[in-house]
């Protein structure tokens, strides 16, 4: 790639003024002045112009119902397992930038988003959901659709997008591709409201689509190891017949010694060291193989003997053995990034200074199938107070099961009144998230008690009226302050 070439990878803030202009001139007499665009931003335009993209779009369409997500996320499972552990670290790495990671399938339609909570009411917004489709002729330019459509790492910032309601975003994108195939598989994807832009988000995309590639490698080698292992013995047969031995994917890997003249009888070539797929015989999953209309001529259903593990065709399940694990290990992660006793009398005295702690936060990933422990600390104190307690519960393998660990943490310095509107907040945007299926366990120490009880507290306009005695619409004060007045006082 030359040097121009990787320059026109990366957007220029800079320019969204200018780039603004080139829209609406482009979107009025279609086309833009020389040098107005990068080329992979004009280019798109075309597309979607030709594609009659509606550039008044303020979000995607509407996403799949939840049934039809499960299904979609079940027909990817493949993709989604090596993708988890890079999806798992966004949740922290991503933390306070205001951008999420986005992985979506081929056809870009979503398949999970992580990242910064604050960040997931935005994204939910403009239905950057599971789901929905981000492909360019359904959203115009952005950075899904369009690395999909140019199979290599995107950067579209603001102006740039060709739809109105999308410009307020910033994205950075690449494919992931099959490593055996070649075959675009995905895309992983970061994106933000305008002002989280950064340069290096390209590169963090790009970095995460290799090591999911490499992921996605090492698992075919194994698959492939242990589907030569498990045909040994049909290989072994001195019956006279014939074998081949085909992967997942449809595509020959071994003859026996009567294959070649067996299948030349046939009419058919076969050439390992350049396999092409056999109809009828690609794709994994629990079915034995496809309709017998798909298989080529010379082929014959009864023929096909599927090999299966644990239920699967063709793939590869590890053995499980027990090992040894440290569960104190992210609380001693959480008092390592802070220094409790300084942290307690500070956000007691200065609250402000501190605004950023007002979280609530996993101990592990989330877990629909357990049952949510919320544990609030108290007045002049931080989630560190439980660290003792967390490590006896954690190590409980009962607990362990069937609970998972979530904190509030919060200025101590603060109206408790006002935390608990927080707390509100945050708890809203994870529903959001993750639709409960579970009652949540709440445990408030001091202060944390009197804001869980406000959890289940409804006290309608009555604290409003008791400060006020006045309707909200009929005090006069900004509107800004009105509006968090009534979010902390009125639940």
Not at 455 to 474: A, V
Request: hydrophobic fraction near 40%.
């Amino acid at each position: 790639m030359s040097g121009s070439d990787v320059r026109d990878l990366f957007s220029h803030p800079e320019h969204d003024r200018k780039i603004r202009e080139s829209w609406e001139g482009f979107l009025k007499e279609g086309g833009c002045a020389p040098d107005a665009l990068r080329f992979l931003v004009e280019d798109s335009w075309r597309r979607c112009l030709g594609a009659k993209v509606d550039p008044s779009i303020a979000h995607a369409g509407q996403p799949l119902r939840e049934g039809d997500v499960s299904e979609l996320r079940h027909d990817h499972r493949g993709l989604i397992e090596a993708c988890k552990p890079v999806m798992t670290m966004a949740r922290d790495f991503l933390s306070d930038t205001g951008t999420v990671m986005v992985l979506t399938d081929s056809r870009g339609v979503v398949l999970d988003v992580e990242g910064d909570w604050a960040a997931m009411a935005p994204a939910e917004k403009v239905h950057l959901l599971p789901g929905a489709a981000w492909d360019e002729a359904q959203c115009g330019t952005n950075a899904i659709g369009t690395a999909l459509s140019l199979r290599q790492p995107v950067q579209i910032h603001s102006q740039e997008h060709f739809c109105e309601g999308i410009k307020r975003w910033t994205c950075s994108a690449s494919v992931i591709r099959d490593p055996l195939l070649g075959e675009v598989m995905g895309v992983i994807d970061v994106s933000g409201l305008s002002s989280s832009y950064s340069r290096h988000s390209l590169s963090l995309v790009v970095t995460a689509a290799n090591r999911i590639e490499s992921f996605l490698a090492k698992k075919e080698m194994q698959c492939r190891f242990q589907l030569i292992e498990r045909s040994i013995a049909r290989f072994a047969s001195a019956d006279g017949s014939g074998a081949i031995l085909v992967d997942r994917h449809g595509l020959p890997m071994k003859l026996n010694e009567n294959a070649p003249s067996l299948l030349a009888a046939l009419g058919y070539h076969l050439d390992l060291g350049r396999p092409s797929k056999i109809a009828g015989l690609c794709g994994a999953g629990s079915e034995p193989v496809t309709a017998k209309e798909g298989l080529p001529a010379w082929m014959r259903a009864e023929w096909v003997e599927p090999i299966f593990d644990n239920g699967e065709r063709v793939t590869l399940v590890g053995h499980g053995f027990p090992l040894a694990a440290d569960f104190t290990a992210p609380a001693a992660v959480m008092l390592a990034q802070q220094d409790p006793k300084k942290l307690e009398i500070d956000s007691l005295l200065r609250p402000e200074k501190h605004a950023d702690i007002a979280r609530v936060a996993r101990l592990q990933p989330h877990d629909p199938n357990k049952t949510v422990l919320l544990i609030i600390h108290g007045l002049k104190d931080t989630p560190a107070t439980w660290v003792p307690m967390i490590n006896h519960l954690i190590t409980d393998e009962q607990i362990r099961s069937n609970y998972q660990l979530w904190f509030y943490s919060y200025p101590t310095g603060y109206p408790y009144l006002y935390s608990a509107a927080i707390l509100r907040r945050e708890l809203d945007t994870i529903e959001r998230r993750f639709p409960p299926r579970k009652k949540m366990v709440v445990i408030g120490h001091s202060m944390g008690g009197c804001i869980s009880r406000l959890l289940i507290t409804d006290t309608g306009d009555k604290l409003w009226h008791e400060l006020f005695r006045k309707s909200p619409d009929e005090i006069a004060m900004p509107a800004e302050s009105k509006a968090l007045l009534q979010e902390t006082l009125i639940f």
